[in-house]
């Protein structure tokens, strides 16, 4: 696979499996927090006072194929931060030269800071010397000039608490006077990632029939108990919609019409779960998340863009599903994100 090595351009570093086949996801490089952000436990980090939470200050750049990239603007979208926070939107199609800018495709824009023909030169900017994947989401500081950061999970929690003063007032955390605590959604965010987030990715890129069996058991294992414990619950923590839910919401949104074909996660289709299936519209049909999904972009990106996988690039059609249809799950109780009464 190809990365940035020393700031140039390879196309032969890295691999993807290990010895017995097995997936493994390269770790992200740019690792900073934007002041005032609430760190969790698990993340060796502080906020650092060069970059600080200003409205109009950042950038993100994202693929709307790209589950990682869907949580950054549904936090976005979900936050009230359009008008805060700037999207620059990359190809779906990943040739050997990376993520590209096609302005002229639908649905993607030109680099709007820079004017760069792919993502890379974003990271040899921030860093000559870089030697790392070049991935989606990346928030940027115009005023350093640099990439904050390039972990999804915690571009997430920046914008969740940083930020909180500059958008609508809403919330994806637990309030204060819910059972539910903060910690519990990362427990969460934490349990869903290995198996299910990352799952369908273990399942798709095995080279070996031991790997991808231990990977289908762990994926199908936990979405067999997230349909359970979502029989009595509407969202995944506590009374309302938090970053858990996003987070499982980008897996679940291109589950049947992608992994259950193209990574061969088809034991089973969400549609067939009993709450999962409800769950997922209930999400969908949520003010502010439709219009964060691109389905031709993430059908076009998986089908086309792996071919170790798909290597006819041929993109499946079906199936036809309708995720506006009724969900019956406002009888369980809990709420969407809304803005702040006060404000």
Known sequence: MNQ?????WRTDTYEATDEEGAFQRGETTFRNWVAGSDVPDHVDAEP???FQPEAGRYHLYVSY????????????SLLGLEDAISVSVVDPWRGE???QFSPEKAGCTRDHLHDSDYLRELYVEADPDATCRVTVPVLWDTEEETIVNNESREILRMLSTAFADIGNGASLLPADD?????EDVDEVVTDIYEPINNGVYRAGFATSQEAYDEAMDELFDALDRYDDHLADQRYLVGDSLTEADICLFTTLIRFDQ???THFMCNRQFIHQYDNLWPYLRDLYQ??????????????EHYYTTHPDVTPTGIIARGPDLDFEAGHDRDRLGGEAPTPDAAD
Do not use: F, Q
């Open 4 to 8: 940035l090595v020393n700031g140039e």
């Open 48 to 50: 650092d006072e060069r």
């Open 65 to 76: 194929a790209c589950p990682w990239a869907h949580r950054t603007l549904l936090a976005r």
């Open 97 to 99: 030269d990376g993520w």
């Open 178 to 182: 819910d059972d539910a605590t903060v």
């Open 258 to 260: 992608v992994y259950h």
């Open 286 to 299: 949520t003010a502010g998340v439709a219009e964060t999904v691109d389905m031709s972009h993430i059908k």
